[in-house]
């Protein structure tokens, strides 16, 4: 049974970081494509980054260059490093495991960028 759990989210300063963590049960990285999505205050569902399962990374415009996605296959854990955090990358952060048109979430994680 696939199992997704995220952590490391919080509260921010704009300009600080954070890095998100999604333990992955039963997940081989090499075979299924590890996403982070997240949920606006508006409810809007964003895509933020991808890691395949060939290795490849892709980001979303709005977070290029700020944030990093990573997998741990040791640890089986994605990751997400956020730097210069901005007010409107606040929203709950989801991690996502694709896998032959089947996908598997986590519950979220807040973070919220405030002064």
């Known amino acids: 049974q696939v199992q997704l759990v995220e952590s490391g989210g919080g509260l921010v300063q704009p300009g600080g970081s954070l890095r998100l963590s999604c333990a992955a049960s039963?997940?081989?990285?090499?075979?299924?494509?590890m996403s982070w999505y997240r949920q606006t205050p508006e409810k809007r569902r964003e895509f933020v980054a991808i890691l395949r399962s060939g290795g490849s990374t892709s980001y979303a415009d709005s977070v290029k260059g700020r944030f990093t996605i990573s997998g741990d296959n040791a640890e089986n854990t994605l990751y997400l490093q956020m730097n210069n955090l901005k007010p409107e990358d606040t929203a709950v952060y989801y991690c996502?495991?694709?896998?032959?048109?089947?996908?598997?979430w986590g519950q979220g994680t807040q973070v919220t960028v405030a002064s």
């Open positions: 996502n495991a694709h896998n032959s048109g089947r996908n598997w």
């Open positions: 039963q997940i081989i990285f090499s075979i299924f494509d």
